[in-house]
């Protein structure tokens, strides 16, 4: 069975000129983990938290997930 995939790419002020290589990566790429890119991941109800560390760089934060 065939499943088609959507990614969505969103931009970040911290990732402004990543944007378009991230794309052009994973289009050549026949599969990769991009959950990998994620340094930390949070539930929606504690996006106060996650907001805060992304803004203060705290916890050594890359890449925050809300779920």
């Known amino acids: 069975e065939m499943r088609k ?10 990732s402004k000129h990543a944007l378009k290589p991230a794309i052009e990566i994973a289009e ?9 890119l994620a340094s930390h991941h949070f539930p929606l109800s504690d996006i106060n938290d996650a907001f805060f560390l992304v803004d203060t760089y705290q916890q050594n934060i890359i890449r925050a997930v809300i779920s």
């Open 5 to 14: 995939k959507e990614l969505s790419l969103i931009n970040i002020r911290r």
């Open 28 to 36: 050549n790429l026949k599969s990769f983990n991009l959950a990998s």
